[in-house]
């Protein structure tokens, strides 16, 4: 499986200007099928250049499995994994009308103009007057759409990826006229890429170095039975790929990548400054890629225990108050009841030296 993800971003501090909201704010924009390694000083300047002096992550992120639009992108916004979000795939059989269906917003036909009216409108969302808008999602269905049906070779992908980056230079013009380049976080992202095959010699057929009565096969994926067969298969692939020269990287599991796709959520919360809601993410996974030093991530990354700990000590606040509120009580009682026999006694005293 290969990682086909790119990110940058902005962090820069906040001031009043125009119809802001209060809170923190942040703009997610997703690029689909932009590959983290297609962004260079000649097909994407503005990009390129907004990459380099924030933070990008240079060798991809782990994307969701399977490695499609929707499952990525849930797993985005929510930091789950697809088990949990249940977004396993684009497309999905409705068994109720029984048949097939796809969210449309995914088939609609976009331009460089449309993406335009996008960004007027993000920047209106942002500044109107009531009720301002603090976080702004913005899908764009390139170069993802262009890819499959043209590819990287006919000309197509590197006008795309101009035309993309005319409208990311269009944006970042807009937020510096309107006075908001430092006072909006940026995310940009991407849910997988594309690679060119280029021909039959490219292609690996595993069924030539792998017996498969002796593994569980699943949607492009192999699960060996135990950690001998395991070694075997992939031994096995990773010399395939080198005797043949292919271009390929073998994955499992365990390999290490610079972070997980899902840790954007714990991400996107923290500069929100909103306590996230249980998920797969981290934000301490995250937080050691982007420099990001100074957060607690007792308060954001969701774990059982802290809860646990936080409840715990709720609770012993809320007696410590409850005996304090009843000793202070009681002290009041006592001096009240003393000062009142102390006036009873003066009283009986008094009659008694005039009766005398």
Not at 108 to 128: A, P
Not at 203 to 211: A, F, K, T
Not at 252 to 272: E, G
């Amino acid at each position: 499986m290969v990682c086909l993800y790119v990110t940058g971003m902005i962090l820069f501090g906040l001031h009043s200007a125009n119809s802001l909201s209060r809170f923190p704010k942040l703009l997610l924009i997703s690029m689909d099928g932009l590959r983290y390694d297609s962004i260079s000083d000649y097909t994407v300047p503005n990009i390129y250049r907004w990459a380099t002096q924030n933070t990008w992550f240079l060798r991809g992120m782990r994307p969701q499995y399977m490695s499609m639009t929707s499952t990525n992108y849930m797993g985005m916004v929510t930091g789950l994994h697809a088990e949990s979000h249940g977004i396993v795939s684009n497309a999905f059989y409705d068994i109720d009308k029984e048949s097939g269906s796809i969210d449309l917003s995914y088939t609609k036909e976009q331009d460089s103009g449309e993406w335009m009216n996008h960004v007027d409108e993000i920047i209106r969302l942002f500044t109107r007057t009531m009720d301002p808008a603090n976080f702004v999602a913005w899908y764009i269905d390139d170069p993802d759409k262009t890819l499959h049906k043209h590819g990287f070779y006919d000309g197509k992908f590197i006008k795309i990826m101009a035309e993309l980056d005319k409208v990311f230079g269009y944006l970042i013009g807009q937020m510096r006229r309107h006075r908001l380049i430092d006072k909006i976080n940026i995310i940009l992202a991407a849910d997988h890429g594309h690679a060119q095959i280029g021909g039959a010699k490219n292609v690996l057929c595993i069924r030539e170095y792998i017996d498969y009565s002796r593994v569980l096969t699943g949607h492009n994926i192999l699960y060996p039975t135990d950690k001998a067969l395991f070694d075997e298969v992939y031994d096995n692939l990773t010399k395939a790929v080198n005797d043949n020269k292919l271009k390929i990287k073998i994955y499992t599991k365990d390999t290490k990548m610079t972070a997980d796709i899902i840790d954007l959520y714990s991400l996107m919360c923290f500069v929100l400054k909103i306590r996230p809601a249980p998920n797969n993410g981290s934000l301490h996974r995250i937080a050691k890629h982007i420099h990001l030093r100074r957060y607690h991530s007792w308060v954001w990354d969701h774990d059982e225990r802290y809860e646990y700990m936080l409840l715990l000590l709720a609770s012993l606040l809320i007696v410590a108050i409850i005996i304090t509120i009843c000793l202070i009580s009681l002290w009041v009682v006592l001096a009240w009841s003393r000062s009142k026999g102390d006036r009873d006694y003066d009283e009986e005293s008094s009659k008694s030296s005039i009766s005398i």
